[in-house]
């Protein structure tokens, strides 16, 4: 059973930054992809980035430059640093774990987190 656990969230006037943290325990696959979410109020939930098994990463292209993930396997941690916040980057933000096709489909991931919110203000 994979666990993933978000922190990180927080709120932030706009054009600051913050890191976001994704716990995953020792069932996570090594060969899965990992992923990071959002969803917004009254929106559906959008992918904001992938990063394989074999290092490689996909970034929505709204969101290149200003967002970057990274792995630690040492800490079972994926980390998303998100820089130059924008009033409409608020949301809840998701860590997800899965094998599926699209990187940026909701159902492509089989294991979720719990989310943490981002308010940019």
């Known amino acids: 059973h994979v666990q993933l656990v978000e922190s990180g969230g927080g709120s932030v006037q706009a054009g600051g930054s913050l890191r976001l943290s994704c716990a995953f325990d020792?069932?996570?696959?090594?060969?899965?992809?990992m992923a990071w979410f959002r969803q917004a109020p009254g929106k559906e939930r959008e992918g904001v980035v992938s990063f394989a098994s074999d290092g490689s990463s996909i970034y929505a292209n709204s969101l290149k430059g200003r967002f970057s993930i990274s792995r630690d396997n040492a800490k079972n941690t994926v980390y998303l640093q998100m820089n130059g916040l924008q009033v409409w980057d608020t949301g809840m933000y998701y860590c997800?774990?899965?094998?599926?096709?699209?990187?940026?489909?909701?159902?492509?991931?089989?294991?979720w987190g719990q989310g943490t919110q981002v308010t940019v203000s």
């Open positions: 997800a774990a899965g094998c599926g096709g699209g990187w940026d489909q909701t159902l492509s991931y089989a294991y």
């Open positions: 020792a069932y996570t696959p090594a060969n899965v992809r």
